[in-house]
């Protein structure tokens, strides 16, 4: 791709970000010099030891990570702006001083644990963050059996289960109660949802564990969701190992803010532990189904009216979520994760 350079450095911009490229390459100035803009890596053929530099949220993030997981290069995540998001390390005003760095080779990498997930025989899906077992419709129960290196653990009726690896030990496994595993442990933690047993709690297993769930059954479907955007309708069962692809992450000292985002994952998880289980059940649900509308919520958690309007007035309160009008129609709100979601993309309609 950069012929004899040694490094080349890829800028990929989220769509909603394009009209900001002349703008950062005035920021950028002199750096810019040898750096490529791209929208789509389809057509970027990547060579060993390069950077790729990812503008967006978490979930531009996570999917660019699937797209590249093979290629032995290294990832920066960058965000638009501070927000509850885990995976990004700088924001947009740094970009110029993390590109000196790059290019200067200031930086640590890091490999990533991801999940290899065979489901029904078929597969592998990857995941990054992680992999979740939920009824097709929410507010209805799963029945499973859990077993860890042939062992059985338990069997459960719950909402459902996640799989989360160390980067995703900070996301929806560490608000239902999850542990937060340090990036570099070898580790995965195995969490329940909501499980009628009340001594149901979660577990951390060795990052070389088999993880089965089995005798998988509901009322309604059952599906498997990677990392909150991939789902996969499941009858049998569900194996998940883990292994580190090629890719590496990318950590810049002094840019990255970290600590305070896990103060603010802790707080938000500490707020979640005394809130109803209907605010649980909308939250879970936003971070799986997307950004929705009033009606979206009402008909997917099948919550009585006067309850949904009561646990949003809460999640509004706490600004743990945040609500937009639709721009054909300003009576009709959509609601949306900040951080996560991205305001310019949920003005287009239900």
């Known amino acids: 791709m950069f012929g004899a350079k040694t490094m080349g450095i890829v800028i990929k911009l989220a769509p909603r970000f394009r009209e900001a490229r ?34 967006g949220d978490d979930r531009d993030i996570l999917q660019t990570l699937h797209s590249v997981f093979c290629n032995d290069i290294g990832v920066l995540a960058v965000s638009k702006e501070a927000t509850r998001g885990f995976l990004s390390q700088c924001m947009l005003d740094d970009l110029s001083e993390a590109l000196e760095r790059l290019q200067k080779g200031q ?17 592998p899906y ?16 799963v029945e499973y059996s859990l077993h860890v290196d042939g062992e059985l653990i ?30 570099g442990a070898n580790a995965l933690a195995i969490s329940p949802v909501n499980s009628i047993d009340i001594t149901r709690r979660p577990i951390v297993v060795s990052g070389g564990s088999t993880i089965v769930i089995e005798d998988i059954s509901s009322r309604s ?13 499941i009858e049998g069962e569900m194996v998940v190992t883990s292994f580190q692809p090629p890719v590496k992450y990318i950590r810049l000292e002094g840019l990255s803010h970290i600590a305070s985002k896990i103060e603010k994952k802790l707080h938000l998880a500490e ?15 936003i971070q799986y189904e997307g950004p929705l509308s009033y009606s979206q919520l009402l008909k997917k958690t099948m919550l009585p009216e006067r309850t949904l309007r009561h646990a949003l007035s809460i999640l509004l309160s706490r ?32």
């Open 126 to 141: 990857i995941a990054f963050n992680d992999a979740a077992l939920f009824a097709q419709t929410s507010a209805t129960l």
């Open 107 to 123: 930086y640590t990498t890091e490999s990533l644990r991801a999940l290899e997930v065979r489901i029904d025989g078929g597969g």
């Open 271 to 285: 707020e979640l532990l005394d809130a109803p289980p209907s605010v649980k059940l909308i939250l879970k649900t």
């Open 154 to 183: 338990w069997r459960d009726v719950a909402d459902g289960i996640i799989i989360a690896t160390p980067l995703g030990s900070s996301g929806y496994s560490l608000s239902v109660g999850g542990p937060l595993i340090h990036q």
């Open 22 to 55: 002349r703008e950062l390459e005035d920021m950028l100035g002199e750096r810019a010099r040898g750096v490529e803009f791209v929208e789509s890596l389809s057509e970027v053929t990547f060579s060993s030891g390069d950077k790729l530099v990812v503008v």
């Open 319 to 350: 600004r743990i979520i945040a609500r937009v009008p639709l721009a054909r129609d300003a009576r009709h709100k959509i609601y949306y994760i900040p951080g996560v979601h991205q305001v310019t993309d949920l003005r287009q309609g239900e």
């Open 221 to 233: 479907g059952v599906e498997t969701i990677i990392d909150g955007f991939l789902r996969i309708p």
